[in-house]
């Protein structure tokens, strides 16, 4: 820092002298000796990699340009060309300037500009790398302390609007008569259509529009902003869903000028339920937002407007505020054929068990599962717990994967450990392939400082192991449903083709073949979790309005489908299909196209749900079936 400060002294001499920050940084630079030199690696010279001459020029010129707030752009458009991944023909890759990257996030933070948060979360969206994920934290916490804001709050106010309008789309006209019009489809997608002059959709780009410069420049722009939001979404659903565990809550003026009056976060906000407690001390309530502003009950009732001293918070199963609230909040999305970004009203929940409260300190509920490691740690990374790979080491490596709950003074803590034995299937890097899960334990959490504005950095874990009857109820179930999110989609009972797999695994002889197994033949015939629950549970809503439902029908774990050539048992744990009464397992993988019609869900994010869906109607019309493999094993 004292590097920088003295670094800094000196170039506000120069930007005097010079005129400004851009020719400060130019005549700067130009005074660095050899500034084309480029490292050595792997015993050659790389041409991509910026040299350490070069690195300290690019760190310079960022220094100077972090002085001047109209900079951002700038800043941000160095940041992701130094992010650029140079992959080395031996393996591996480096950034192309990681000095760069690190000099850029610590521009932003120090601008600390609406406009600076945001870019800052631009590069985050691009990067997976623990050390600039520490670094974007840091500046995230230096802006908010500088703006005097939570760092949440600031996120929100410096979310863009990529230039959507009120109904959340940007039209624009184009060459020949043609509109183009972008939309935000899903919480994951934003898509831009064509229509010709009469308003007629168009499947592919006219040669009007191709041969328009303006016009092709424009629809390139367009396609663009739409993946730009593809990418913002998400981190925004994700905050709206930790708010259950952060404690967020929104006046209802933050609200207002958060979310209903921001196109972007007013698509998210129009499609959830809400619990308002109102200023004057009555009675809390729940409500959705007709076309995204006008307060409703579940049963269409208009509700007072909301009042700038009103409280909002996310509204959760686990905490209705009226009688009867889950019930009548799933009626109202199938009533009006709403689709919920975030799975809120069809939530799954997880009330202690007495097998939990017996234990005392730890829930066995997810354990004895065989995961795939890349798998489940990427998506609890994404889910914001930390989880480090395991390796086969002889080196100390077990720290359990984690999610820290400083609104409650907790951490979450999910133990596994490497599957496979003396002699298990490792990476190149000694990574174990497969995990086998253990407990989930809660332990306290102490704060120095404020974690809503400084980031966590004083945040200290603390040996004491809290009971899990201690927890709160909603904090409880939504880290046993990321347990349960995690094992659902890494275990690899959901593998199609693990039980064919032997001959060309690195043991067909050993783990695979006895422990690996069993788990798979377990996990395909056991009782269902809490999320398999809750699928069979929409299915027994779904399925008797289908076209197909003479066909079907459901026991504690099985939807049966009833074809022409075979009768056939689909697991709603796993999704996989067997063929009754032998009780044969009949390979599908899971990405097959089955013609299966698009039904509209009440939810996105699902997918082993609409994965079933489709499996039933290819089942349902077996006689239509034309993949020889599957025929084969079918043996008629």
């Keep these: ?123 985050r969206r691009r990067v997976r790398d623990e050390r600039i994920s520490k670094l974007l934290a840091k500046a995230m916490a230096e802006a908010a302390i500088q703006a005097g804001l939570t760092i949440e709050a600031l996120e929100e106010i410096a979310t863009p609007s990529h230039g959507l309008d009120a109904a959340g789309t940007i039209t624009q006209n184009l060459a020949g008569g043609i509109t183009a019009t972008l939309a935000i489809t899903s919480s994951t997608e934003a898509a831009v259509t064509l229509t010709g002059p009469t308003g007629k959709p168009l499947k592919s780009t006219p040669v009007a529009v191709k041969s328009d410069a303006d016009s092709a420049a424009t629809l390139k722009s367009l396609k663009a902003t739409a993946t730009e939001i593809a990418q913002t979404l998400p981190s925004h659903r994700l905050r709206l869903e930790r708010s259950w565990i952060t404690g967020t809550s929104w006046t209802g003026r933050e609200f207002r000028e958060r979310y209903l009056e921001h196109p972007l976060l007013n698509w998210l906000a129009a499609r959830l339920v809400w619990r308002l407690a109102p200023a004057d001390g009555g009675p809390a309530r729940t409500l959705f937002l007709r076309d995204g502003q006008t307060p409703i009950a579940a049963d269409d009732r208009s509700l007072p407007a909301i009042e700038e001293g009103d409280t909002l918070t996310f509204w959760h199963p686990l905490t209705p505020a009226e009688p009867d609230a889950v019930t009548d909040w799933r009626d109202f999305l199938i009533r009006h054929g709403i689709t919920q970004p975030i799975k809120q009203a069809h939530r799954e929940t997880y009330p202690l068990t007495p097998a939990e409260a017996a234990t005392g300190t730890y829930s066995n509920r997810f354990a004895g599962h065989i995961i795939r490691q890349a798998q489940s740690n990427a998506l609890a990374r994404l889910r914001g717990w930390s989880a480090r790979s395991r390796i086969w080491a002889d080196v100390r ?21 490497g599957a496979g034995g003396d002699d298990p299937e490792v990476t190149d890097a000694q990574a174990y392939l497969f995990l086998k899960t253990d407990r989930i334990r809660f332990r306290r959490l102490a704060d120095a400082g404020d974690w809503r504005r400084d980031g966590g950095r004083h945040l200290t874990l603390q040996d004491e192991t809290i009971p899990v009857a201690d927890i709160p109820p909603v904090v409880f179930s939504e ?39 069993r788990y798979w033949q377990d996990f395909n015939t056991g009782a269902l979790s809490e999320s398999a629950r809750s699928r069979r549970e929409f299915l027994q809503m779904l399925v008797p309005k289908l076209a197909i439902a003479a066909c079907c029908a459901f026991d504690d774990r ?23 009464p032998e009780h044969r397992y009949l390979c599908i993988v899971p990405d097959m196209k089955s013609g299966a019609p698009n039904i509209l869900l009440p939810f996105e994010g699902d997918r082993l749900l609409s994965a079933i869906l489709s499996k039933v109607f290819l089942l349902a019309n077996d006689t239509a079936i034309k993949d020889a493999g599957i025929l084969a094993q079918i043996g008629r």
């Design 479 to 517: 880290v046993m449903r990321d347990a349960d999110l995690f094992v659902g989609v890494a275990s690899i009972g959901h593998d199609p083709n693990w039980l064919d797999a032997g001959a060309h695994a690195h043991h067909p002889d050993q783990w695979r073949r006895q422990a690996g197994d």
């Design 558 to 580: 099985h939807l049966f489908v009833q074809g022409k050539r075979a009768r056939y048992a689909i697991h709603l744990g796993s999704g996989n299909v067997f063929i009754e």
């Design 1 to 123: 820092m004292q590097y920088y400060r003295d670094y800094e002294r000196r170039a506000l001499k120069e930007i005097a002298l010079f005129g400004g920050s851009t020719d400060a940084a130019i005549v700067n630079a130009v005074m660095i000796r050899n500034p084309f030199s480029r490292p050595a690696r792997y015993g050659h010279v790389d041409p991509n990699l910026l040299s350490t001459e070069n690195d300290t020029i690019l760190r310079g010129i960022i220094w100077l340009k972090s002085l001047d707030a109209s900079s951002v752009e700038f800043i941000l458009e160095v940041a992701l060309a130094s992010l650029v991944r140079i992959v080395h023909p031996e393996g591996g890759f480096q950034y192309r300037s990681l000095i760069g990257v690190n000099a850029c996030i610590w521009a932003l933070g120090r601008i600390a500009t609406p406009e600076a948060v945001t870019a800052l979360g631009r590069i």
């Design 397 to 417: 490596n077990d720290e359990p994967t984690h999610i820290k709950i400083p609104a409650h003074g907790l951490a979450a803590e999910f133990w596994t450990e």
